[in-house]
C-alpha cells in the first residue's frame, strides 16, 4: 500500500490536514476529525465536492 499524501494529525485544539509531500499543512485548523476531506483529497480530488466540503467544515465552526 503506498502512503497517503494528505493525513489528519491531532494538533493542540483540534485537528490539521498534513501534506506529506510539500512537507507542510494544508487548509484550516478543525476542531473535529475531517475525515471525509482527508479520504476525497487521496482520492478523486474533486474540485467541486472538496470545495463543498471544505465550506461544510467552516460552517461548523461558526
Do not use: F
Amino acid at each position: 500500500m503506498s502512503r497517503r499524501r494528505y493525513v489528519a494529525r491531532g494538533v493542540p485544539g483540534g485537528y490539521r490536514i498534513r501534506d506529506n509531500r510539500g512537507r507542510r499543512w494544508w487548509g484550516d485548523h478543525d476542531e473535529l476529525c475531517p475525515e471525509d476531506l482527508v479520504t476525497e483529497l487521496n482520492g478523486r480530488a474533486d474540485p467541486q465536492a472538496l470545495t463543498a466540503l471544505l465550506k461544510r467544515y467552516r460552517a461548523l465552526k461558526r
